[in-house]
Every structure is written in structure tokens, then in C-alpha cells.
């Protein structure tokens, strides 16, 4: 298990190393710089000296290993956008935001997922799934998780004046967003859950159960559920990180300053340790999840080894 | 244990036509059948059989005859949409189909055990060996965690599962096919049961398993006065190892006799043919293998007629027209036919 | 035992069987059984070919302005009303539809020529080759696609087609991963080791034989991909970095409109509309697939 884990960190690291080194030339090898879309024109001196002082004027592999010499330090450099703070500091008060409608949603989404899934798929052939099935798909399905927030705030917030319109605050803030943003994913893991629950319902081993007298009760619990559930292990282990670092799209909707709102202006703006920093950190966590998922799997099912497992 | 393939079985059976009293098992007039969106399958039609107390039945027949339809329809665990248009199926003299669903969980697996085909897919694959005979146990028999313990490992003991005390915190996929086998046997018989149903327990193993496996199950059989029923399409496993045979065919019962009668005197035409399809090893005269021209049919319309007519080399018109009854021509031997085979001057092998 | 004469004569026809459907048969009659697909099918092509018609059947100029009539709703002469500077909703609504199709249908399409050969690759040769490839997947998977498409466009800017080539680009881990899938289990199989005995080569082994055999869950998945790429890409123009005037796609309509939404709300359904109905309609299309090209899941 310790070699294992050790193989996977290493590999994880490898991975995320290429990963800054491919989205840092990409954002260099565009011309234009961070400061070309300043409020006026600079004059040639001051551009070169906004350039030293940013570090901007080196090779592009020295500006490299300078950030990474900074890294291991623990220092995320400062962003272009707002020289006061440090992107620490900066990703400090805007993540928990995002932790939070993103932890908030996949509780919701897992949880209500996993059992109209369940529901469906033993209530398989009547009304029941049916119409489980339909709503579920549809509402998730249908439209945008960013048109439906909109049109809810339409609703909720402008016509009725239940819910506030957007921002952050207070816990009403956090309502209507984990809401929209939990359509999507419920109804991917309701349809998951259902088909991986059919399946194991007509296995030889539920029926020789049934044989041998259990009632259908104890089937439901040790036999169907128990085995339908591993699978959904891997599919839910990589959405966290997606739905952990948020959705731009929900962000803006609802106006809340998480994540997305930066990655979107820093990625127009060109403010390379900003896009540089939450890179890393969207890499660092899906790997991370990726083997916690993995190892998830192995203590769950008893005919997975460790070294059998490959993505 | 008899070689197979050698024509009439060479006195095998260890007991006579067993068992006593009234049946264990009886099915009268049992019908099944499959209600589906093109067409409706007839899976059987009329079959009657019984089983007594310490009597192996054979039941033969090819893919589709309804041998498996038979089983289930006796667990009453038929597969949606099947469903039982008609008959009984008695149990110890109470009808099977009208029981409650609660009393029928007590059937299953405390007085009926079944042995299925597939032992490799027949165990929860998340829990314990252990585990599978708690839950019996302490269902059926009431046992507590400590008693079930003993019992299971004694349970495997008597299948043949060396060291059990270790085998029985395993899970299932850690055992081979044949130990699995073992194990499913172990735990039908776990509860006592008084009736055996095995559906073709031997098929998914190789030969050396097999054998080991039905000396297994006809020690079981003897030493506890079970009534067993063994479906199969292996006539050698029926010969070796059965006291009376059922032969099926399209969802009816075309002959029933004892395993001597049946090979002897074999008066069914399609009994007939599917003995001269087993190839014999001492026949050096053809080199041919005989066949049965045609297919089974899927039974999709009740038709009165012999099922097996248009196969058959002696049907007449009578055959295809007017369905025979299963009729006794001789004590304990009955077959379905309007011109069965006359084994008066049988000729020695 | 006596000798019973077996009659050497023709085969006897046996009950009547159904002839053997092919699997495309088999698949095409499960698909008509399925009412909803059939509806979302048709919904679908109809979708399709708006889009490819749109320049003959949308009723007024995609460009001209009405200053005459701004904001206006329902009229006989502007079906669906108009927009803030006069141009015809259902217009708009037809050339957005032939926008967000061609990225819609774009998108998927990338990501299958990209992904299919290096999955196929993967599969079938395994070793190093899918030991590299399974490293590219993680690679890839590291950066959410929303992000890395959008990094795509402001690096390299936006319009129709590189719209569909980022989100395509995005896509093609998934596609590489059932083909590979699929290629890994179909290797196995003993038509392929039939078809290598008789000493067919690899190209012909991968591309005649097994494909055909591997093409229905990649048939799926490639529909399950539209309505995804439909909100990502209307969500960029949500966001005003997706598709750019004068063009329009539904997105952009939601967009523009959104601010009018007091005076006109119409204006704002109608995309919201299209939308809703092409991502139900390619929804439920590829889970009608899904049933009909493979019969176990129910």
C-alpha cells in the first residue's frame, strides 16, 4: 500500500509539473503581456520597468524556474490585478467561498442522486421510475445550470423577494446557487445510480439469495446496494475537484466572488502567477482525488487489488 | 460410477426406484408461460412429475425444453413476465402457489434448497463465506452467531473444503469454481432441507470437479433421505447418478421411467434418438455422429399435435393432429406417444 | 437396444423462426419501440436541419434593423417580436440555432478525430504505447475543460469554428478512453483471433473488424456530448466571451436580452427555449441510443 501510494504521488507530481510547464508557455507565447491593456499607454521606459520589477523581462524558462524556487517556498507571487496582496492572500479569501457552495453542492447533489437512483431502480417498471427518471433528466438536463440560476433569481429574488438577488453574506446567499448548481450533477448520479442498481438487481448471486430464502429486505441492503454503490466510487471521486473549484458560470451568475470570477479576469488580463496559482491548485486537487478514489475503491471491494487498478 | 457414453447404463443407480409413501414433491398439470411483446412463449404445457423421499430424479432435455422453467417455477422464482397459467405443484401435500409470499421465504432454503449452474456468479461477492451461512441459519434455524459459525464449518467440512476454519473468513472469489460449487451445496443443505433441486450443477466445471461433485451430492442424498431433482442435458450424469428420469421436450413430458427402463427399453422416439446421439467409444462401425434433423422449437402457439412430430421419423398424421397423453406402458414407465417404440425383442448391446 | 430407422431424408423445416435480425435491425427496432426517443429523434433532425436550411427559411435579414418596431412582442410580422435594435427574433433564433449546431455537432466532431485513433491505438497495441496514452489522460484530466477552454479562447481569440475546436479539443479524452475500452475487450474476442490466424493485418483487424463491432457506445457517448457542449458553449456567451456580434447563438441572445427582461420577456425565452429543447431533444436521443444499441442496459 506505502509503495503504492508513494508511485502515485510521485506520478501526481510528474503530471502536475507538465501541466504548470504547458500552461505557462501557452500563456507566453501569446503576444501581449499583462500590461499592454493598462488604462493608458506607457511609455517604453516605464513598461521596462514595470517588466524588471515583475520579473517579466527574463527568459522565459528562467521566469519559469523563478516561480517554481518560489513555489517550494510556499510563495504563490503577487498578482498583477492587485499589487497589494499576495496570491496567497488573494486565493485565501476567495476559495472558501467557492469550498463552500462547491462542498454544499455535492453533498446535495450526491446525496439526493444516489437516492432517487436507488428508488428508481427497485421501483424499476412502474410509475414510480418513471417518473422519477423523467424529472430527475429533465430538470438536470434541460437547460443551463446558469440559465436556470437566472431564471430563478428572476423568480425567487426579483418577482417574489424571498432570496437575495447575488453576493455573499449571509446564508441565504448560498440557497439559490448550490441549488442551481446541484441540477447537473444529481441527475448524472441519479441516472448512474439507477443503471449500476438495475444491473446488480438481476445478478445470479441476488437470486440465488432470494433461493436460499433471504427476504427482500436483507437482499435490498447486502446484496443489491452494496455492490451498486462501488462502482458510482469512480465515477463520483472525479467530479469533487470539478465541482471543489466551482463553476465560473454560477459565480457570475450570482455574483459571487469566488475562484471563477478570478480565473476569468486573470485569465483576461493576462496575471500569470494568479492563472498560475489556481492551475496548480485545480491539478493538485484532482489528482488528489483521483487517488483517494482509487484507494476509496480498493477498501471497498474485496476483489480489487491495488496494483490491478488503472485509470 | 458408470462410464459415460456406453449405451444402457450397467447398473448403476445404488438404490432401487427409491423412496416411499406419497411423494415429496408432485406437479400436476403445471403450465408456463412468457407473456412477451411479439409473441407469447409456452414454456411448459401440461407437465407432471414427482419426487419422493430419498429418490434422485433426473429431469433431461435440451435448451429450451423448459427443464430450468421447471425449478424455478418450484422456488416460484419464474422471471418476469413468466407466470403459471395453470396447474399445482405440491410440496409435502400443500400447494406450493398459493402460499404466502412470507411462508414461501421459509420454503426457499429451509425445506427446498436449490443448487444452481453458475457457481462462479452465485455468491455475494462482498461478503464472507462465513457470512452467507450466518444469514441462513440465523434465519431459517434460528442460530446464533456462534452456533452458525460451527455449524458452517462443519457444513464445509462435509463438502470436502479442506481447512475450513480459515476458507470460511474468505470471500468468494478467492475459492475456485469447483470449491464454490461446494460451498452453494453446503449452504442449500445447511438448513435441512427434505427436497434438492440441482440445475445443472456440473455443467460450468470440468469433468474431474464433476465427478467429485455428484458422488458429493448423491452421499448427501442417501445419508439424509432427501428428495432430489437433477436437471441436466448429460445423460451420462443421468445414468450414473439418477433412480427415475423425466424426459421433456417442447414444454411436455414425453417419457418418464426409471434409469434401468429408460436406457433398456427407451420407447419415446426422441428418447430414442437422443441415446443414439451419444457417441459410443466401442461402436466402430459408423463414423458418423447421429443427430436429431432439425431444431427445438420455441414454443410460441399451443398446437395440439406432438411438439416433437415434425422431427420425428415415425410420425403419422395422427401425431400432428391429435396430442398424445402420457400413458403407462408398463408399471412406472409412461410415455407420450401414439406409436411408441416396441422394445419387445431388444437386442444386446 | 433395437435398431430404430432414423430417416436419411431432406432436413425437416422446423417451427417457423423469425429470419435472423442483424444487429442494426435488432437496434432500429428497439429504437421505434422507444416513444420518447423516436419524439426526441425527430425533435433532433428537425433541430439539424434548421440549422442547415437557415439561410433559406428565416424570414427576414439576420442583420436588417427595424428601428420602427424595437422590443416589440408577438406580431404577424415578427413571429417570435424583436429585439433591442429591431432585428427579427425568430431570425435570430434560426441563425443562432445554425451557430450553436455547428459547434454543437463541431465540438464532438473534434474531439472523435482526435481521441478515436489514440484510443484505438491504446487498445490495440497496448505496452508502452497505452502506457502513455493512460498518462495523457491524467495529464489532460487535470484541467477542467471548462477552463482549459476558456484559456483556448483568450489566448487565441473566438469565432465559430475555433469555438468548436476548443471545446472539441477538451473532449477528446473521453472519446479515446471508450474506444480504448472497447478495443481492449474486443481484442480478445474470437473473431480477432480468427481474423489474425488467417493473417489479416493489423490495419484491416482495427478498422474491419473490430470498429463496427465497437462503434455503438462511441455512436452514444458522441450524442451525449452535444447538449453538453451546447451549454458550455452558450455559457461562454453568457459570460460575452463566446461567439461575437453580429453573429449570434442562443447564449448570446440570453445575454443581450437579459437586461430587457422587464419590458420584453419573450426576447429572453425564446433562446432559453431553443436551448431547453435542443439539449432535452439530444438528451434523450442518445439515451435512446443507448437503449437500442445495447440491449442490457435497461
Given at each position: 500500500m506505502v509503495s503504492y501510494l508513494a508511485q502515485r504521488f510521485l506520478s501526481l507530481l510528474f503530471t502536475l509539473l507538465l501541466a504548470t510547464i504547458a500552461i505557462f508557455g501557452m500563456m507566453h507565447a501569446v503576444p501581449g503581456g499583462p500590461f499592454t491593456f493598462?488604462?493608458?499607454?506607457?511609455?517604453?521606459?516605464?513598461?521596462?520597468?514595470?517588466?524588471?520589477?515583475?520579473?517579466?523581462?527574463?527568459?522565459?524558462?528562467?521566469?519559469?524556474?523563478?516561480?517554481?524556487?518560489?513555489?517550494?517556498?510556499?510563495?504563490?507571487?503577487?498578482?498583477?490585478?492587485?499589487?497589494?496582496?499576495?496570491?496567497?492572500?488573494?486565493?485565501?479569501?476567495?476559495?472558501?467561498?467557492?469550498?463552500?457552495?462547491?462542498?454544499?453542492?455535492?453533498?446535495?447533489?450526491?446525496?439526493?442522486?444516489?437516492?432517487?437512483?436507488?428508488?428508481?431502480?427497485?421501483?424499476?417498471?412502474?410509475?414510480?421510475?418513471?417518473?422519477?427518471?423523467?424529472?430527475?433528466?429533465?430538470?438536470?438536463?434541460?437547460?443551463?445550470?446558469?440559465?436556470?440560476?437566472?431564471?430563478?433569481?428572476?423568480?425567487?429574488?426579483?418577482?417574489?423577494?424571498?432570496?437575495?438577488?447575488?453576493?455573499?453574506?449571509?446564508?441565504?446567499?448560498?440557497?439559490?446557487?448550490?441549488?442551481?448548481?446541484?441540477?447537473?450533477?444529481?441527475?448524472?448520479?441519479?441516472?448512474?445510480?439507477?443503471?449500476?442498481?438495475?444491473?446488480v438487481t438481476y445478478a445470479d448471486y441476488v437470486r440465488m439469495g432470494r433461493a436460499r430464502g433471504l427476504s427482500e429486505r436483507h437482499l435490498l441492503w447486502k446484496y443489491i446496494l452494496r455492490t451498486s454503490l462501488i462502482p458510482l466510487i469512480t465515477i463520483m471521486g472525479p467530479w469533487i475537484p470539478n465541482i471543489l473549484t466551482g463553476s465560473i458560470f454560477i459565480e457570475a451568475t450570482f455574483s459571487l466572488p469566488g475562484l471563477g470570477a478570478y480565473f476569468t479576469t486573470a485569465s483576461l488580463r493576462r496575471d500569470y502567477p494568479l492563472i498560475m496559482a489556481l492551475v496548480l491548485i485545480v491539478a493538485a486537487l484532482w489528482g488528489l482525488c483521483f487517488i483517494l478514489s482509487d484507494i476509496a475503491y480498493v477498501l471497498v471491494d474485496p476483489r480489487v487489488r491495488l496494483q490491478g487498478v488503472s485509470r | 460410477m458408470s462410464d459415460q457414453g456406453q449405451g444402457p447404463a450397467v447398473g448403476v443407480a445404488t438404490k432401487g426406484p427409491g423412496g416411499s409413501g406419497t411423494p415429496l414433491l408432485e406437479i400436476r398439470d403445471l403450465s408456463v408461460s412468457f407473456p412477451l411483446e411479439r409473441s407469447t412463449i409456452h414454456a411448459l404445457q401440461g407437465l407432471s412429475l414427482h419426487v419422493r423421499a430419498g429418490e434422485r430424479l433426473g429431469v433431461v432435455g435440451e435448451s429450451g425444453s423448459g427443464k430450468s422453467v421447471t425449478a424455478q417455477s418450484v422456488m416460484r422464482m419464474v422471471p418476469s413476465p413468466g407466470r403459471v397459467t395453470s396447474g399445482q405443484i405440491l410440496f409435502e401435500g400443500h400447494d406450493i402457489l398459493g402460499l404466502s409470499s412470507a411462508a414461501m421465504h421459509d420454503v426457499r432454503g429451509g425445506q427446498i434448497g436449490m443448487i444452481p449452474q453458475n457457481p462462479l456468479s452465485s455468491l455475494n461477492?462482498?461478503?464472507?463465506?462465513?457470512?452467507?451461512?450466518?444469514?441462513?441459519?440465523?434465519?431459517?434455524?434460528?442460530l446464533s452467531k456462534a452456533q452458525g459459525r460451527q455449524r458452517a464449518v462443519e457444513a464445509l467440512r462435509s463438502v470436502g473444503i479442506p481447512d475450513p476454519l480459515t476458507r470460511i473468513h474468505e470471500y468468494p472469489h478467492r475459492l475456485s469454481g469447483g470449491q464454490r460449487q461446494r460451498v452453494i451445496i453446503a449452504?442449500?443443505?445447511?438448513?435441512?432441507?427434505?427436497?434438492?433441486?440441482?440445475?445443472?450443477?456440473?455443467?460450468a466445471l470440468d469433468v474431474t470437479i464433476q465427478a467429485q461433485i455428484l458422488e458429493l451430492m448423491d452421499d448427501l442424498v442417501a445419508s439424509s433421505n432427501l428428495g432430489a431433482v437433477l436437471i441436466t442435458h448429460n445423460l451420462g450424469i443421468v445414468a450414473g447418478h439418477c433412480d427415475r428420469v423425466v424426459v421433456m421436450y417442447a414444454g411436455r413430458v414425453m417419457e418418464t421411467a426409471t434409469v434401468f427402463d429408460l436406457f433398456d427399453r427407451p420407447s419415446h422416439p426422441y428418447t430414442v434418438g437422443l441415446l443414439r446421439c451419444v457417441p459410443r467409444l466401442t461402436r466402430t462401425r459408423s463414423r458418423?455422429?447421429?443427430?436429431?434433423?432439425?431444431?427445438?422449437?420455441?414454443?410460441?402457439?399451443?398446437?395440439?399435435?406432438?411438439?416433437?412430430?415434425?422431427?420425428?421419423?415415425?410420425?403419422?398424421?395422427?401425431?400432428?393432429?391429435?396430442?398424445?397423453?402420457?400413458?403407462?406402458?408398463?408399471?412406472?414407465?409412461?410415455?407420450?406417444?401414439?406409436?411408441?417404440?416396441?422394445?419387445?425383442a431388444a437386442v444386446a448391446k | 437396444?433395437?435398431?430404430?430407422?432414423?430417416?436419411?431424408?431432406?432436413?425437416?423445416?422446423?417451427?417457423?423462426?423469425?429470419?435472423?435480425?442483424?444487429?442494426?435491425?435488432?437496434?432500429?427496432?428497439?429504437?421505434?419501440?422507444?416513444?420518447?426517443?423516436?419524439?426526441?429523434?425527430?425533435?433532433?433532425v428537425f433541430i439539424l436541419l434548421v440549422g442547415i436550411l437557415a439561410p433559406w427559411i428565416a424570414p427576414h435579414s439576420d442583420t436588417a434593423t427595424d428601428l420602427s418596431s424595437v422590443l416589440a412582442g408577438a406580431?404577424?410580422?415578427?413571429?417570435?417580436?424583436?429585439?433591442q435594435i429591431g432585428r427579427d427574433t425568430l431570425t435570430r433564433a434560426i441563425w443562432g440555432d445554425r451557430t450553436s449546431m455547428t459547434v454543437a455537432?463541431?465540438?464532438?466532431?473534434?474531439?472523435?478525430?482526435?481521441?478515436?485513433?489514440?484510443?484505438?491505438?491504446?487498445?490495440?497495441?497496448?505496452?508502452?504505447?497505452?502506457?502513455?496514452?493512460?498518462?495523457?489522460?491524467?495529464?489532460?484530466?487535470?484541467?477542467?475543460?471548462?477552463?482549459?477552454?476558456?484559456?483556448?479562447?483568450?489566448?487565441?481569440?473566438?469565432?465559430?469554428?475555433?469555438?468548436?475546436?476548443f471545446i472539441g479539443i477538451t473532449l477528446w479524452v473521453g472519446f479515446s478512453r471508450l474506444a480504448r475500452a472497447q478495443y481492449l475487450a474486443l481484442r480478445e474476442r474470437d473473431?480477432?483471433?480468427?481474423?489474425?490466424?488467417?493473417?489479416?493485418?493489423?490495419?484491416?483487424?482495427?478498422?474491419?473488424?473490430?470498429?463496427?463491432?465497437?462503434?455503438?457506445?462511441?455512436?452514444?457517448?458522441?450524442?451525449?456530448?452535444?447538449?453538453?457542449?451546447?451549454?458550455?458553449?452558450?455559457?461562454?456567451s453568457f459570460l460575452g466571451l463566446g461567439i461575437q456580434d453580429p453573429l449570434a447563438d442562443w447564449g448570446k441572445m440570453i445575454n443581450d436580452s437579459v437586461t430587457y427582461l422587464p419590458i420584453d420577456a419573450l426576447l429572453v425565452l425564446v433562446p432559453i427555449g431553443c436551448i431547453g429543447l435542443a439539449c432535452l431533444s439530444f438528451s434523450f436521443l442518445g439515451d435512446g441510443l443507448r437503449d437500442a444499441l445495447d440491449p442490457t442496459s435497461r
Open positions: 493598462t488604462q493608458g499607454v506607457l511609455s517604453p521606459a516605464a513598461m521596462h520597468n514595470i517588466m524588471v520589477r515583475y520579473g517579466l523581462a527574463e527568459p522565459i524558462w528562467r521566469q519559469y524556474l523563478n516561480w517554481l524556487w518560489q513555489l517550494l517556498h510556499g510563495y504563490l507571487g503577487i498578482p498583477f490585478e492587485e499589487p497589494t496582496m499576495t496570491v496567497n492572500q488573494l486565493i485565501a479569501s476567495a476559495w472558501p467561498i467557492t469550498l463552500i457552495v462547491g462542498g454544499l453542492t455535492i453533498v446535495l447533489s450526491y446525496t439526493l442522486g444516489l437516492f432517487f437512483g436507488c428508488i428508481a431502480a427497485i421501483k424499476h417498471n412502474t410509475w414510480i421510475d418513471s417518473v422519477i427518471t423523467a424529472v430527475v433528466s429533465t430538470i438536470g438536463v434541460a437547460l443551463p445550470n446558469y440559465v436556470i440560476g437566472f431564471l430563478m433569481i428572476e423568480v425567487f429574488a426579483v418577482r417574489l423577494g424571498w432570496l437575495p438577488v447575488g453576493g455573499w453574506g449571509t446564508v441565504e446567499d448560498v440557497i439559490m446557487p448550490v441549488i442551481a448548481f446541484s441540477l447537473y450533477p444529481m441527475a448524472l448520479m441519479e441516472r448512474y445510480t439507477r443503471a449500476s442498481t438495475l444491473e | 461477492p462482498v461478503i464472507t463465506i462465513e457470512s452467507h451461512f450466518l444469514e441462513v441459519l440465523s434465519l431459517h434455524l434460528g449452504l442449500a443443505m445447511a438448513c435441512q432441507p427434505r427436497l434438492l433441486i440441482a440445475d445443472e450443477p456440473t455443467t458418423v455422429f447421429e443427430t436429431i434433423p432439425g431444431l427445438p422449437p420455441q414454443v410460441t402457439t399451443i398446437s395440439t399435435g406432438c411438439p416433437f412430430a415434425p422431427r420425428c421419423p415415425r410420425a403419422a398424421d395422427r401425431c400432428r393432429t391429435e396430442t398424445p397423453p402420457l400413458e403407462p406402458l408398463a408399471p412406472a414407465h409412461l410415455v407420450a406417444c401414439w406409436d411408441p417404440v416396441d422394445q419387445g | 437396444m433395437t435398431a430404430v430407422p432414423v430417416a436419411a431424408g431432406p432436413p425437416v423445416p422446423t417451427a417457423a423462426r423469425r429470419s435472423s435480425d442483424s444487429f442494426w435491425h435488432a437496434a432500429w427496432y428497439r429504437y421505434r419501440q422507444n416513444r420518447l426517443a423516436l419524439v426526441a429523434g425527430v425533435v433532433a406580431s404577424w410580422h415578427h413571429w417570435l417580436g424583436t429585439d455537432i463541431g465540438a464532438p466532431v473534434v474531439g472523435l478525430v482526435i481521441g478515436l485513433p489514440l484510443g484505438i491505438l491504446a487498445g490495440w497495441w497496448g505496452g508502452v504505447f497505452d502506457w502513455v496514452t493512460l498518462r495523457l489522460y491524467e495529464l489532460f484530466q487535470m484541467v477542467p475543460t471548462i477552463l482549459a477552454a476558456l484559456l483556448f479562447i483568450i489566448v487565441f481569440g473566438v469565432n465559430v469554428w475555433k469555438l468548436a475546436l473473431f480477432v483471433h480468427a481474423a489474425r490466424a488467417l493473417g489479416a493485418p493489423s490495419w484491416r483487424i482495427t478498422l474491419v473488424h473490430i470498429l463496427p463491432n465497437a462503434v455503438g457506445p462511441i455512436i452514444v457517448f458522441f450524442v451525449q456530448q452535444i447538449p453538453y457542449v451546447i451549454f458550455t458553449a452558450a455559457g461562454f
